[in-house]
């Protein structure tokens, strides 16, 4: 079997979360085989594999430390000794608040690590194989707060706007080999992290659509992007906000 003809697998980061999750799920009903990663969490991940595993799908658990080095590459190592991977979902991500002024080192540095160089350490193992197979997918899980700011989220927004350009000028370098890269920026969505810091009378005033979005809501747009229909959508990024910008 060449690259051409092997079967379509998608890693998704921080899929023990609940839009990693929603999107693998989403992807399954594409008929995406997949791979679920986690750094913490990867009992959920290793529950969810196995969930969808009853349901006839191919999926597997894997974990390494996305801000290190040694260990992405790894694991990145052993998943393409099985063959190509076309597909990636960035889906792993973090904040650590804080006023710039105040904002400690470690904080500035570990946001930015997960959120935007581990596109690297990520991405550049899986070009040269997607290129081959003539055929990719990479979705990047960007933010409204990269467009419309947010006190107390520098490092975050200045992440978030990266992958934008990241990802416009890798659309760029890849667009010839069937490789699609876009970002897609969620606002609000109902998350244990989104429900810690929006009650429903901040959502309100926030958000136009006077509701938060759902985790299904941001996979189904991930999964479309990553489909066959989607091939002529690159270098974009597609927000999904309730308008609020």
Same mark, same amino acid.
């Not at 889906?91 to 596109?119: F, K, T, Y």
């Not at 197979?133 to 419309?148: C, D, E, K, N, P």
């Given at each position: ?92 991500? =973090?904040?650590?608040? $804080?006023?710039? +002024? &105040?904002?400690?080192? @470690?904080?500035? %540095?570990? *946001?930015?690590? /997960? ?89 309100? =005033?926030?958000?136009? $659509?006077?509701? +938060? &979005?759902?985790?299904? @809501?941001?996979? %189904?747009? *991930?999964?479309? /992007? ?20």
């Amino acid at each position: 079997m060449n690259e051409r003809d092997a079967p379509r697998r998608v890693l998704i980061t921080g899929a023990s979360g609940a839009l990693g999750a929603a999107c693998a799920e989403a992807l399954a009903a594409q008929g995406w085989s997949l791979l679920l990663h986690a750094h913490h969490g990867v009992g959920q991940t290793q529950a969810l594999a196995e969930s969808l595993r009853k349901t006839g799908v191919r999926a597997e658990a894997v974990s390494c430390d996305l801000m290190d080095n040694a260990s992405t590459g790894r694991m990145l190592e052993r998943i393409l000794d099985e063959g190509p991977v076309t597909g990636l979902v960035h889906a792993a991500g =973090a904040h650590d608040d $804080a006023p710039l +002024a &105040g904002m400690r080192a @470690e904080q500035w %540095s570990r *946001v930015i690590e /997960l959120n935007l160089n581990a596109i690297y350490r990520l991405g550049q193992p899986l070009l040269l194989p997607m290129a081959r197979a003539r055929f990719g997918r990479i979705v990047l899980l960007g933010s409204v707060t990269a467009r419309l700011g947010n006190r107390g989220q520098v490092n975050y927004a200045a992440a978030k706007a990266g992958l934008e350009g990241a990802a416009r000028a890798l659309a760029r370098e890849m667009a010839s080999r069937g490789v699609t890269v876009n970002v897609v920026a969620p606002g609000i969505i109902v998350s244990p992290m989104a429900q810690a810091a929006f009650d429903d009378a901040d959502v309100r =005033a926030l958000v136009p $659509a006077q509701r +938060a &979005g759902t985790p299904l @809501e941001v996979a %189904s747009l *991930v999964a479309f /992007l990553c489909s066959d229909a989607a091939g002529y959508i690159n270098g974009q990024t597609i927000g999904i906000n309730g308008g609020m910008g």
